[in-house]
């Protein structure tokens, strides 16, 4: 079945530092892919989605480019800031199932000042 | 901007009892969805919803679940008997299209719900 797997967390960075967060994929036919963000206390927004392979996608500094060789789609920023603390989803849709979310586990980003 | 809202943001319960979990998705959105995180899990797909039906179901649906759009606005999700399991968050989405069309889902804030 489709799965997603997103490096371990928690990340802890300082202000302005690089960001990546790792993100693999299993998946039959060919998904789209998204990257998610919750801020505390709020729901799941849509940062950035890519829907084949070699696109980028990208928001508010962020991207991420789909690797179909590798199954990948890492999440980058090369500067991050305090506002960017929350936690950060990858995921897929169905593939060949039209409007199902399969997420990875969540990784929490903190920045420090 | 319009966004998805849910209530109550906590709900408590014991368990065997029933529960609603509310959603008013945005209004001209035609495609709602249910998702839930158990605590310290990965966010998990429950069920899709068109035109009046599910459209699929995760094999954690099972009986125990229903949806329901029981006006214009409102789509909800119930728990007829409630276990010590089911504790969780649970997120409303909705889209004007399916994913396949590239459409994004939109999620409310979640309720938490705690079966005690």
């Known amino acids: 079945g489709n799965s997603v797997t997103q490096m371990e967390g928690p990340v802890t960075l300082s202000e302005e530092a690089f960001l990546t967060i790792n993100c693999t994929y299993t998946?039959?036919?060919?998904?789209?892919l998204f990257w998610y963000v919750q801020y505390p206390g709020e729901g799941l927004q849509l940062l950035l989605k890519?829907?084949?392979?070699?696109d980028k996608g990208s928001n508010k500094g962020f991207e991420a480019t789909y690797r179909k060789e590798t199954t990948s789609f890492h999440l980058e920023k090369g500067s991050v800031q305090v506002s960017d603390s929350a936690v950060y989803f990858c995921?897929?849709?169905?593939?060949?199932?039209?409007?199902?979310?399969?997420f990875g586990q969540g990784t929490i980003l903190t920045v420090h000042p | 901007e319009p966004e998805v809202t849910q209530t109550p943001s906590h709900q408590v319960t014991q368990m065997g009892q029933e529960v609603i979990l509310r959603c008013v998705p945005i209004?001209?959105?035609?495609?709602f969805y249910w998702y839930r995180q158990i605590l310290g899990q990965k966010v998990e797909f429950l069920v899709s919803?068109?035109?009046?039906?599910?459209?699929?179901k995760s094999e954690i649906f099972d009986d125990q679940f229903s949806v329901e759009r029981p006006d214009g606005s409102n789509f909800t999700l119930k728990i007829r008997s409630t276990k010590l399991e089911d504790s969780a968050m649970y997120f409303c989405?909705?889209?004007?299209?399916?994913?396949?069309?590239?459409?994004?889902?939109?999620f409310g804030p979640g309720t938490r719900l705690t079966v005690l």
């Open positions: 890519a829907t084949k392979a070699d």
């Open positions: 989405a909705s889209s004007g299209l399916p994913l396949r069309d590239t459409d994004t889902q939109y």
């Open positions: 995921a897929l849709d169905g593939g060949t199932s039209y409007g199902k979310l399969t």
């Open positions: 209004s001209n959105h035609l495609y």
């Open positions: 998946a039959t036919g060919y998904p789209s």
């Open positions: 919803f068109y035109n009046n039906e599910i459209s699929e």
